[in-house]
């Protein structure tokens, strides 16, 4: 069985971001492997470990530097990486593409997995596009996953708490959410091991893909500032535990 | 009319509340003024708190065995005062040191023996008894991995460890700070906040007082410098200060990381304080059940010297601001990961990064200054923490014998201990000094 795993070098949420000519960032900071995509790569692992004959590919479109992202994800456990190189950013439809063909130039997929959404672009509709380019089924924010015979049988979350099942056959593509399970992440033996695993390295322009009529820019970036006015919560202890259920239920929405 | 006070301590850090409080014991009327909004939260907040005794000089183990012995009677240290935000607590773990090629342990030994310290020397079955998630291989010299011999198989194991019963960690470094300002204030102490230095001004070749940012003017006899990172600024604010120092201090930059524990093992509840040479590592428990890796600074490890004001506001720029930085996060938990090979690694750096007021040889500048009636409690580089309430009562007697008519530089001051039956020459800690070649030139101190 294989089964890729499309994964992308973002920058750390936690770190300083600065808006250079108005249209992209300074890119001096932290990069790492998209937080969605370990949960597609555990849960690749674990189906691996369930399943016989199951091979593992990782398959990333970036610069160079985005190497160290396919490193961590062999160190996670994943057979061999892929890494599609470009200098320049490409959106949603040029990178489906490069990501399809990729993995048809390589072998058969069985299932490929992708993260719900990178925690950059939030585009949210790679996953869609490549099941499109492949005639596909898709589902995504999936949280449980179960691989039978010739299908998978999924729940996918929706907001509210809603969750619906699906079965999907194989092959199919399905978009990991934060509740699939807890990541793994490598030891340093398992660090060590993955450095002889193999990363092959494709230029963009070597893909053949055709050129879409359709293409989606970024106009310009805007910092977001928000401004954090804490107001304190004063009366008794019963009064202060009423307004933090009102603010908990009919504020934040989360009981 | 200015406000006069008898000191103004600028600094309410974990060095500044407690030279407040010994001062106030002894009648002086104190302020400590601080350009943060409350206690501990500069520096003192992002120290690890390890309370250890192995230093590389005798008076440095002294120091800090003394300092034990009031972390573990906190409660009657403070005088049994009240504090809103509750109290900080010490975890005795115990502490080991690894015996390897990174520490002169055998130093360590004698400077124990020569003090008092209670310490049993453990072979490696022993520690694996007691620490079973370790390696004990011997991974030195310290390497980073960006260097191939990094993941070089070792060959041998350490000779085992210097295990002490008494040692471990504060687990709310910025709140011991509150509680000791609590317990000043209950002694008369005064305390002002988002107060800012920006001069010290004399009169007569002596000391007169500060003024503040927005020109405010306070007036004192005696000022002391407790500023932390911001030390070396200070010092320049006042005529003569830092020309008559030859030890010098400035901020460096470090990083800690907060890995998570091994699946099965309970490093909150059942781990130790370990002190690992042998991979350029200290380890203390955190909250979530969380390994907290400070560094040794090995040789290996760029040394990263800031302007205190653009770290703190986040500027410089990938590798000295504060941010974590990738390469340090991997060096210093996979460094880890060899001690304990079940260490899983997050991709995401986890942790602090916060400043070091080091000086020229890593052993603090507790003294008089050139100018009569300014003081200094600076260059605690690192590894002063545990000392702070000695370090308090020591600068006061100091401050109270030098008003008294003591030359300092000429005749120094001997300290004496409270619990310990031991002497130190203040002498050692003189801004005068040449550099100290004992010292270890680290964390270590």
Known sequence: MQLYVCIKHVPDSAAHISIVDKTHIDENLTFLLNPYDEHAITEAVRIKESLPGVEIIAVCLGKNDADKTLRSALAMGVDRGILITSDKRHDSIETAQALKSAIEQDGTPDLIFTGKESIDAEGMQTMFRIGALFDFPVATNVVRVDIEADRAVVDSALSGGIVNTYELSLPCVLGAGRGLNTPRYPTFPDVVKSKKKPIKKIMFKELN???SLAGMNIVELEPLLQSREPKEITGDAGEIAETIIRILKDGAKVI | MNKKYDAIIIGAGVIGCPIAYELSKMGYKTLNVDKLPDAGEGSTAGSCAIV???????????????GFKYWLDWENYLDNVKDEKGLARYMNTGSFLLKSQGHDWKKVKKNYDEVGVQYEELDNDKIKEMVPVADLH????????????FYDEPTKEIEGAIFCPEGGYVNDPALSAHNIMRAAEAKGAEFMFNAEVVDIRSDN???????LKDGTQIDAGIV?????PHSFKINKMADGVWEGCNIKTKSLRHEVMYCPSPDGYDYLNDGYHMSDGD???YVRPEVGNTFLIGSEDPDCDPQQWVDPDDFYAGKGGNGKDNVLTDAQWKAQCYRLGKRIPSLQVPNQPKGVVDLYDCSDDWIPVYDKSDLPGFYMAIGTSGNQYKNAPVVGRMMAELIDA???GLDHDKEPLQYKFKYTDRS???????RKREINYNSSFSVNG
């Open chain 2, 138 to 149: 011997e991974y030195w010299p310290v390497r980073r991995p960006e260097d191939p011999k």
């Open chain 1, 209 to 211: 893909i055709n050129v």
């Open chain 2, 279 to 281: 991979i350029g590592c």
């Open chain 2, 52 to 66: 250890r005794a192995h230093y590389s000089t005798a008076d440095g183990v002294a120091m800090a065995y003394e």
């Open chain 2, 402 to 404: 030098c008003e008294k």
């Open chain 2, 424 to 430: 130190t020459d203040v002498g050692f800690f003189s």
């Open chain 2, 224 to 228: 002391v410098n407790v500023g932390g």
């Open chain 2, 205 to 211: 070749g002596k000391v007169a007082g500060i003024t």
